[in-house]
């Protein structure tokens, strides 16, 4: 598994920082996936909020939040500019080491709207966790497709008809992106996974209050209300994500790829695909050709290749 995982009984119990209950959906991973991550960063964070579920629905309406840390709720594209922005202040204040400086954003946030903001505050190098959670759609708005959304799901903008059947473009692999721009550090992770995931925030912690650069953090957002699944499922579909090799767990730090984890006899793609009402159009031969692709990402991961 990871560098560095925290175990179960280490998680902080007393830490809440997600309070005063919240309007995300029964069964929703974005506030799964949160509120494990602001255990670890504690009080002292600032979060920069980008539009979108964690925004609307959890931490930003006033005067209802949920958020126990100070948050800035700024325009969906400027979200590393304003992060960035943040950092410099406290940094000439004297007062960046007193603080994780952490933006909380969707994959329309990321992987569209805020692209360019984001790649040019990872570029000038700002101490900064970014924590991308992923539902794979601009879900908050009525589940239009976004960048993140992977190819054939169904969403309001990309119907399935008799010409095209769901998105017909590849997910942009984030991770990587923001690694080979500059990230000190970049990681995905899972809500399953929890171990895991935590000891990725503590390490984007200890990068960034260490000045050696962006730490990037990349968490699907299981999501029932988008996916078009029950919502007891989220945590047995976000486990069957990574079973079935659909995602991988892995983290690049300074350069250097580490797989994290590598599921034994990975189960058919089939399993995590059939259960979500998005991929229902997929038929047979839809589902092995995404089967193949699969097997060929891991040919690759599992080699020295990387
Ligand atoms: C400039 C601008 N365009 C559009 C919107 C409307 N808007 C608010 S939330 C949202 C969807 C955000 O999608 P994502 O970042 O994936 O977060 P999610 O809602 O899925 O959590 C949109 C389009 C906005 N707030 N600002
Ligand atoms: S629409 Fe999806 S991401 Fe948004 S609050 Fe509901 S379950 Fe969570
Ligand atoms: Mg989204």
Known sequence: MPSQQIPIRDIPYDIELLTRGHRACPGCGMAIACRQALKILGKNTVCMLSA?????????????SS?????????????????????AALRIKGRNKDFNIVAIAGDGGTADIGYQSLSAAI???????YICYD???????????SGSTPYGAWTTTTPVGRLIKGKQQPKKPLAQLFATNGAYYSATASIAYVSDWVGKVKRAIEVTQAGLGPAFLHIPAECPTGWRYPSEHTVELARLAVLTGWW???EIEHGEFKLNFRPKNREPVEAYLRPQGRFRHFTAEDIAKIQERIDKDWEVLESDMI
């Open 52 to 64: 979108g579920c964690f925004a609307s629905c959890t931490a930003g309406p006033f005067p209802t």
């Open 67 to 87: 958020i126990g840390t100070p948050a800035i709720f700024g325009s969906f594209g400027s979200t590393g500019a304003a992060l960035s922005g943040i950092e």
């Open 123 to 129: 570029d000038r190098g700002h101490n900064i966790i």
């Open 135 to 145: 539902n794979e759609a601009y879900m908050n708005t009525g589940i239009q497709k």
């Open 248 to 250: 991988a767990l892995y």
